[in-house]
């Protein structure tokens, strides 16, 4: 294992100085030899004139662009620690983290550059990169000749703080160490079988533990190219897979969803050999049509947090193909997982418990932030719930705060969800529970119709007949064009919710 990130790049820049790195949103690449120059410049700037070293807190308030690459190795050749810090964020939400970070200092783009005055960080240790679209960002800051930075990363030091889902002051800043994260790059290298000749697309948010570590520091660690795209746009992400021959994609089941609808304008895209999906449950059916859309790829079902670097459960062969077909996977080699009940003992074979996972790239705790989810033996509670077969197949069935208790029966919503989406006319569903005076609550759904579809409510309550027990039917469908998101690409259960409660209030009549 190198010592760090910054290492993983001096090493693919010395076995391949003039393959290109990363591509910008502009479509600029950056050789290997490039991008190591460029870091090392900046993190000598940093040192000299920013007073910033090991152990520093350095956030990073930037979209996908080559400065945040730079930027990122930069912090990770000095020893410091980098705070990505969400740009769909507003400004009180960035305060915010800022307040529980409490940084030495902050790289940010430009376009944040008036909410500085609203920012907890002193303004001198501010640095912007400008400018980005029509050259390099950081041109203003590092027109200079400073002393060379040593590399002083150690495995052992804190590398990341990454928050948590949570826009208040109880998100909790998750620290990631050098030795997690390099284990992670080099496992999906391992795993995925990765090589220099691959290439991918960062379309996801990259300050997530899924931009930044399963896609950015992997390619950066294998030698491969990364593609930047600064936002999701599903035709724009096909037509980079069309024209540059991209091998690689990992993203949630909501990004993939969005490429569906366009298959007849991409008939064929025989480049992609990889396809990993991951964030939340990818229903079965979805996964099918892309082995029909792209049958020389495999598609593959991830899970992982920010708290294990971003892997821990991997399917092992094509989902869509197999006789495990719905299962998340196995764990990764160096994570052990277990399922647990109430009391933290281990459930049956079979049996659906909690999720508990330790190993080489599960954090060691949270920044300034005790929490229960941590046992004794550096076994991380995930707060998921799941069942395993005797073979070691794990199957997640739910959030343990999402399960729906309708009078004591358990209903899982990712297993709803599954069904729904196989009811015709129905392109994706969300599940969750509403509030009932007899039953405690009861499952109600969120559906999105396909193109053309005219499915009704109670035709799709009539399609669940027959395939769930009564208790497992929706009371209540609705209907809408999307399904709402939370900033970490996951279902927002609790937005749907409120659609479904004002489909009702639209169908009560109103009273004379």
Known sequence: MAP?????????????????AVVDDWGRPTTYERLLSLTDDFAAYLASEKGLGHSSLIALLMHADL???????????????????????????????????KPSAM??????EGWAASLPVDPEKCIWSRDVEHGYGFDGVCGYSYPAANGSGSPSDPAIMMFTSGTTSAAKGVVLRNYNLVFATMIYQRLMGTTPADSCLVPIPIYHVTGLIALLAQFIYVGGTVFLHRRFDARRVLECIRDEGITYLHGSPTSFAELLPLRS??????SVRAMLSGSSYEPVSKMRAFHEWMPTATFQVVYGMTETSSPALLFPWDSATSIYAGATGKPIPGVDAVLLDEDHYEVPVGEVGELALRGVCVTEGYFHHESSDLLPGGWLLTG???????EGMIWIVDRKKDMINRGGEKVWCSALEEVLCEVPGINGACACGMPDDLYGEVPVALCVRQTGSHVTEDEVKLALKGRLAHFKIPVHVAFADEIPQTRGEKPDRRAALELVRQSLLEKTPRKA
Do not use: W
């Open 265 to 270: 304008d991409f008939p064929s895209l025989p």
């Open 4 to 20: 760090s990130l910054y290492h993983q790049l001096v090493q693919s820049a010395s076995s391949n100085p003039q393959a290109t």
């Open 67 to 101: 400065e945040f690459v730079v930027a990122l190795y930069a912090i990770s050749k000095l020893g410091a620690v980098c705070v990505p810090i969400p740009t769909k964020y507003r400004v009180r939400e960035v305060a915010s983290l800022l307040d529980i970070a």
């Open 107 to 112: 790289i940010a783009g430009e376009e944040f």
């Open 384 to 390: 998921d719930m799941g069942y395993a077969n005797s």
